[in-house]
């Protein structure tokens, strides 16, 4: 009994912290988008381009893939 009230408080405890590493991680990236929002929005277009080539080869693939 007395490892299984072990485990669960142990098991919270890592849920704990990685709810706190999330956080973390959003509170950084909303600070470097506040003092460096040019190159956010470069970040942004990059993103945004290879998004839409991966799309289009999948398109691409999909087309080749269902029209044999």
């Known amino acids: 009994m007395l490892e299984d009230t072990q485990e669960r408080a142990k098991q919270r405890a890592q849920s704990h912290i990685d709810e706190a590493k999330d956080e973390l ?10 003092h460096f929002p040019e190159q956010t929005k470069a970040q942004q277009r990059e993103d ?3 998004m839409f080539v991966v799309g289009v080869a999948v ?3 999909a087309h080749y893939l269902f029209n044999r």
């Open 59 to 61: 398109g691409i693939l």
């Open 25 to 34: 991680g959003r509170q950084m990236f909303d600070i470097l988008e506040e």
């Open 48 to 50: 945004r381009l290879q």
